[in-house]
């Protein structure tokens, strides 16, 4: 049964999508960290837009296979800087 991880980023999200200060090396974004995690755990990502006019998403959902992969990935979410928490549901559960 598919199951969901919701994820919501931190406040300083916008400063650690990989935009490098000046003299300094980027690093990869929070996204495509996450987007990483989300291929290797066979999820699909939905983007929940913020408010008019700002950038970027708060929030996010993540459709995976099965509760097991919901938690794994969860997990591996909460260690990335710019995710504050991400919580695994249950498909019927849904927020």
């Known amino acids: 049964m598919p199951a969901h991880v919701i994820v919501q980023f931190a406040a300083e999200y916008e ?4 935009k490098a200060a000046k003299g300094q090396a980027a690093t990869p974004s929070v996204t495509a960290r996450m987007r990483r995690l989300v291929a290797d755990h066979d999820g699909q990502l939905s983007l929940t837009p913020s ?3 700002t950038s970027p998403p708060s929030m996010a959902m993540i459709t995976v296979p099965d509760m097991d ?9 909460r260690d990335l800087d710019g995710v504050e928490p991400a919580y ?3 498909g019927e559960e849904l927020p």
Not at 15 to 18: V, Y
Not at 69 to 77: E, I, K, S, Y
């Open 51 to 53: 408010e008019p006019g």
């Open 69 to 77: 992969r919901a938690n794994a990935l969860a997990n591996a979410l």
């Open 88 to 90: 695994s549901k249950p």
């Open 15 to 18: 400063a650690s999508r990989g």
